[in-house]
């Protein structure tokens, strides 16, 4: 009864490499996020996608895509690898509409090691 | 979204109650606080949310004075797993497109 999923949970890579980590959220939510937190444990967001559409993508290098097939899933795509892209990457999710101030609902995380 | 300051870290004991302050002085009439609670290993958590005075649920208690330039969470009865990194964000998150900031957080240690 995962509500938040992802895949893999450690991804060891060369640099160079393209790699992708998936999302899948089984709520029901419309809007899906990915953050990034680094060594410092600072988080913060890459992507913010609602119903299939990109509603905020901070100042990432385009090597980073995500994409959306449908409302339960969206996935990161990272093209030619580099070292300071290591890092805990985690996809959210939440509902629009909801009572609260958008309460979202993390992963458990995809530790993204570049060697 | 409103700067916020929290202690970096704090140790507690078990069976205490901990209490984090958190200030944002620059908060905006339509911003709320929110507050996320992240284990080791684990992504953030949703705790607590409020927009002024008091609010109580099943996990924590958030307290928010009349100019809302700070706010309190209160852990009662702390036990061994309640360390985690607790994070204070203040904000009109619909209005930044859904956008969380998180800062440093403050790093809490209970302790036998």
């Known amino acids: 009864d995962t509500a938040v999923s992802q895949t893999p949970k450690y991804l060891v890579t060369q640099m160079g490499n393209d790699k992708s980590i998936k999302c899948e959220q089984n709520l029901g939510h419309d809007t899906m996020y990915w953050y990034k937190q680094d060594s410092k444990k600072f988080l913060k967001i890459m992507f913010s996608y609602n119903n299939k559409e990109l509603i905020i993508n901070e100042t990432v290098p385009n090597r980073f895509s995500p994409k959306s097939p449908d409302k339960a899933h969206l996935n990161l795509h990272i093209n030619s690898l580099e070292l300071g892209d290591s890092a805990v990457y985690f996809c959210?999710?939440?509902?629009?509409?909801?009572?609260?101030?958008?309460?979202?609902?993390f992963g458990p995380g995809t530790r993204l090691t570049v060697l | 979204l409103a700067k916020t300051t929290q202690p970096i870290s704090m140790d507690s004991y078990e069976g205490q109650e901990v209490n984090i302050t958190c200030s944002h002085n620059?908060?905006?009439?339509?911003?709320?606080i929110t507050w996320y609670q992240q284990f080791p290993s684990q992504g953030p958590r949703f705790i607590i949310q409020g927009y002024k005075t008091k609010v109580t649920n099943e996990v924590a208690s958030l307290f928010i004075p009349a100019d809302r330039k700070s706010s309190t969470l209160s852990l009662p009865r702390v036990s061994l797993s309640d360390t985690a990194v607790y994070y204070c964000l203040v904000g009109d998150f619909k209005a930044a497109g859904n956008k969380l900031t998180f800062g440093g957080g403050t790093r809490v240690l209970v302790k036998p």
């Open positions: 620059n908060i905006a009439t339509n911003d709320y």
């Open positions: 959210a999710s939440s509902l629009e509409g909801r009572t609260r101030n958008n309460e979202q609902f």
